[in-house]
């Protein structure tokens, strides 16, 4: 295995899309040295994943990178909700099935974010120059890897430029397979799948129009189900100008092809749809795409791991996937590069499964039966997918938690996804937000969780002395803050003209107790009182942690 080879590498990527991307920029956060492949001869082009909610929009503000999204995404800062039509012109039946998506602004209490409409050939480009820019950070595009093989100590990969033919062999600890639904690395691995399998086809048609936005006139929507029994489909945004898509339902197990998607007849459906025969129609563009319901019966396959549309596919409603897709990547990336800094022992990647697989277990049934309750053109089930409602989607976005994994006294029997959300400190859920005033100023504590393990106890206790000792003796990022008002406080609760909130009743715990949270900021452990070793319980909470012996 350790023959001819060209390029050695800590982690390969293979897939350079908004998963790809996004593994890339985490783990360039943490220091780890990595190469990304792609295909592709660029980033996406087509408009398409356009809803980041406000999970991924923190992760993406952790690696500081949430300005630039918001300015890629400026174009629809004023487009909200959803709207069901007959059609958009006279007096057919129209129904907001919702407005708002943070209507009463209830959201502020809990993260320092929002949710952000930006599609993925938007965003993609954000986080390729980002991903540049880092130390150690090797992407290429143009580039295809044409095999692989992975023994106890690596993986060995042959790739392909696609420019000049030219092959090269690379050596890498890891490898990630962000490379799309229809993954040739998790098929070759012989990983299976499970879940309802496809749920419906759509072509999606980019197109110009300067009279659509005269029909539409002060209407600013996400995304428009019309529902004309004769063209019915999805019509979505993507300057509010002249640039619009539209996702016209297919059928190809009728005998349907994508040649039967001409031009004309894709612009008689548009017109039909919107309900104006003269309106003015270019198709600039048509891509399928396939909706369905699958689920990876493993995430890993000795040192290869899989991650986004590899491990899962959702339902499009909710924009579930994508958003998904780069809570794997945010997860994985931390775990790597604490194993390969020496800090944790590998059976700490074991935990990846253990925590992302029940994620996108629930979460996909959630995006099926949202597609059923918004009635998706082309989706028709017999049967309320999943059961029915888990939860609203904060909860399903925000709200999830880790039952089992890199969390110590978590409750085994707490639900992935409750049915309302409780982010109060509990081991396994994402760590409270709360505004604080520190050395860098006014921020959210989740500012502080990105590279490092944050210890946060009460000032003038021993739990930050205790922390900052373990982090010498294990060798491992950690830091710990004090919270307070006095002059022993690292950081000081609230902002300028804020309410104060008691950092220990938010994170469940008393003044005397503690806090762990990881680097993805989802809490490790807490300690609901003063402790006589502090020193003692936080080396066994950590060397648990880290698969340590």
Known sequence: MEANVDYRVPVLIVGGSLVGLSTSLFLGRHGVRHLLVEKHSGTSTHPRGRGNNVRTMEVFRSARVEPEIREAASVLAENHGILQAGSLTGEDDQNWLFREIDPGGALARFSPTSWCLCSQN?????????????????????????????????????????????????????????????????????????????LFHNVSITFRSRGLADVLGERRFIVCYLTNPEADGALLPVDNREAWVFHAPWHPEQGETL??????????????????????????????????????DRYSFGRVFLAGDSAHEMSPTGAFGSNTGIQDAHNLAWKLATVLSGAAGPGLLDTYEQERQPVARATSERASARSAEHSHPGYAP?????????????????????????????????PVVPERMRLNGEPGTRAPHMWVTGPEGRQSLLDLYERSFVLLSGAGTPWRTAGRKIADRLAVRLEAYAIGSGPDADLVPGGAGEAVADWAVLHGTTPEGAVLVRPDGFVAWRSEDAVSDPVATLQKVMTSLLHRS
């Open 259 to 296: 040649e039967h998607f001409t031009d004309e007849r894709c612009a008689e459906h548009i017109r039909t749809a919107v309900g104006e025969p003269s309106l003015d129609v270019e198709i600039t563009g048509k891509a399928p795409w396939h909706a369905a319901e699958r689920v990876a």
């Open 122 to 198: 938007d965003v993609e480009p954000v986080l390729l120059a980002r991903a540049r820019q880092q130390a150690g950070a090797d992407v290429r595009f143009s580039t295809e890897m044409i095999s692989f093989s992975q023994d106890a100590t690596g993986v060995s990969a042959v790739l392909k430029d696609r420019k000049t033919g030219e092959q090269s062999t690379v050596r890498a600890d890891y490898l990630v397979a962000a490379d799309g639904p229809r993954s040739p690395i998790r098929e070759q691995l012989r990983i299976g799948q499970s879940g309802n399998g496809d």
């Open 382 to 414: 017999t049967a309320m997918p999943g059961g029915g409602r888990q939860g609203g989607m904060l909860t399903v976005a925000m709200g999830y938690s880790y039952p089992q994994g890199a969390v110590v006294g978590a409750d085994p029997d707490r």
